[in-house]
């Protein structure tokens, strides 16, 4: 959880995967958001080409008549349109109109028109009509300005400098949580000054009027920035206030009742009776399926990895195997499931096999994953993998051996068979690939052990006749090893190291 003062988002090294919809649906999304929308109509307004001033900017007549086809900044009552009207028609340069002036400079500035020579015009691809991926480019531009609080884009988004930071722990927390999880904006700003009161951060010592007051504010700014964020698209704001406090503060345009709340002459939050007290205010934020593919490309730009779900559909199997090892458990199963759709079993079972099939390192690394793969496929893959029993490749047969034992409703009798014929070489297998991501991820394995799972290396070392050391596997003698070192029991320690001896006599 990414918090001001704290760990930045950058440090992290992955976020959790997430599931996106089609790229045209989002862009369609996009371009129904705001400011895009009026960015677009503003570009295709200039589809024919116009001559601006001697300062770069479009003549005030046009302004005019682009403000009034385009109906932008309609009135909401009849005394804002007489003063849009009225601010029109006295209009003499564009920066008499701030709200245009930001437009302009960002439909430029994303190169939705071109500026030349005087004259100004809609870009091609405007003209053309824009991709949907070149529509999310547009999107994702004016979604990372928001939250940076850039220079000039307060009459874009209304997001200050202050707010961008607390905007970026909010969307941070929202990718965090699954999908549709609400955060409460009053929990949060309570959260992140409760970091920032802890010892040694800013407001380390300060009173407790302090520390209120900050938390207030924190609220009150978060609130205000996800609106503007909100208005683009990227968050929905739910509003659980009280139904007294609503009718009584919320503004007639439904905004909730928090954008009521004001500053006094000294700077603190006005609670005498102009607006509610932020206590009474439930406000919660939920990250919108655009929202989610925003802050992905930010996340990916700062090198962070962030995984989509079944994204892996057309990796190959050493990328899919490489892959799976860095996801969590629960999410696996939707990666294997889509990377099997595009496959009939038998080639899902001959491409893993292969991609496994290196004895030692990241071969025993990947056949951990590859055995539940092959398993995750079901009852279809289970002949083809017998079939690999009989691989005059030590590493493929072990693969199918381990699959096979973990199978759900195989016979115990093929178990045990299986387990006789290939249990040594697939136990030292197994351990070959967890000491080779580390002893810790060995040593926990062997902490767990369990005769009806994991590494059966009691089994092994006292109901083998005692020959395990003679075993084929490259890695046999290493195992041994750090079996002896790791192996919470003691009889079961001594027995390889016994055997870790007579391997190392006997190479």
């Known amino acids: 959880m990414a918090r001001q003062g704290t760990t930045e988002p950058t440090e992290r090294a992955r976020v959790r995967p997430v599931a996106l919809p089609p790229e045209e649906e989002l862009a369609l999304a996009a371009r129904g958001t705001w400011p895009l929308r ?56 564009a920066r008499d109109l701030p709200e245009f002036l930001a437009l302009w400079r960002a439909a430029v500035d994303l190169g939705l028109i071109e500026v030349d020579s005087g004259r100004a015009r809609a870009c091609a691809e405007v003209r053309e009509g824009l991709s949907p991926q070149r529509a999310l480019d547009a999107w994702v531009d004016l979604f990372e300005r928001a939250i940076a609080g850039e220079p000039g884009t307060e009459d874009l988004f209304h997001v200050g400098r202050f ?198 390192g990241d071969g025993a690394v990947r056949r951990i994953i590859a055995s539940e793969v092959l398993r995750a496929l079901g009852g279809p893959a289970l002949p083809p993998v017998r079939v690999l029993l009989a691989s005059d490749r030590p590493a493929v047969a072990g693969l199918a051996a381990s699959t096979l034992i973990g199978a759900p409703d195989l016979p115990q009798a093929e178990v045990e068979e299986v387990i006789g014929s290939h249990g040594l070489w697939f136990t030292i297998d197994s351990a070959a690939g967890l000491l080779h991501t580390g002893e810790s991820a060995l040593a926990g394995a062997l902490k767990s052990e369990d005769p009806g799972e994991g590494l059966p290396f009691t089994r092994l070392l006292f109901q083998s006749s005692g020959e395990v050391w003679r075993g084929d596997h490259p890695q046999t003698l290493p195992v041994l090893d750090a079996v002896g070192r790791l192996h919470p029991d003691r009889k079961v320690a001594k027995a390889a190291r016994r055997a870790a001896y007579k391997a190392r006599s006997r190479a």
């Not at 295709?44 to 601006?52: G, Y």
């Not at 929990?187 to 951060?201: D, F, K, N, Q, W």
């Not at 730009?301 to 779900?309: D, I, K, Q, S, Y």
């Open 163 to 360: 707010g961008s930071g607390l905007i970026r722990d909010l969307l941070d927390d929202l990718y965090a949580e699954p999908d549709d999880t609400e955060i409460s904006l009053s929990a949060l700003a309570t959260s992140i000054v409760e970091e920032l009161a802890r010892p040694g951060a800013q407001l380390s010592g300060a009173s407790e009027e302090l520390i209120d007051h900050s938390r207030r504010m924190a609220h009150m700014t978060l609130y205000q920035t996800a609106l503007g964020i909100g208005a683009g698209g990227g968050i929905r704001l739910i509003d659980h206030t009280g139904e007294e406090v609503r009718a009584e503060f919320a503004p007639e345009k439904g905004l909730l009742p928090i954008y009521s709340l004001t500053l006094d002459e000294s700077g603190d939050l006005d609670e005498s009776g102009s607006g509610p007290r932020d206590s009474e205010i439930v406000c919660a934020a939920v990250l919108t399926p655009l929202g989610r593919y925003g802050v992905r490309r930010m996340f990916l730009a700062e090198g962070v990895e962030a995984p989509l779900l079944g994204g892996l559909a057309r990796a190959g199997a050493v990328e899919l195997l490489d892959a799976l090892r860095r996801l969590p458990r629960d999410v696996r199963v939707a990666q294997i499931k889509a990377w099997a759709a595009l496959r009939t079993a038998e080639e899902a079972v001959a491409e893993i096999a292969e991609a496994c099939a290196e004895p030692t």
């Open 38 to 93: 009026e960015l677009l109509a503003l570009a295709d307004w200039f589809a024919s080409e116009r001559r601006l001033t001697g300062t770069g900017m479009p003549r005030p007549d046009d302004i005019r008549a682009l403000a009034t086809d385009l109906d932008l900044w309609p009135g909401s009552t009849e005394e804002q349109a007489a003063e849009r009207a009225e601010r029109l028609k006295r209009l003499r340069a």
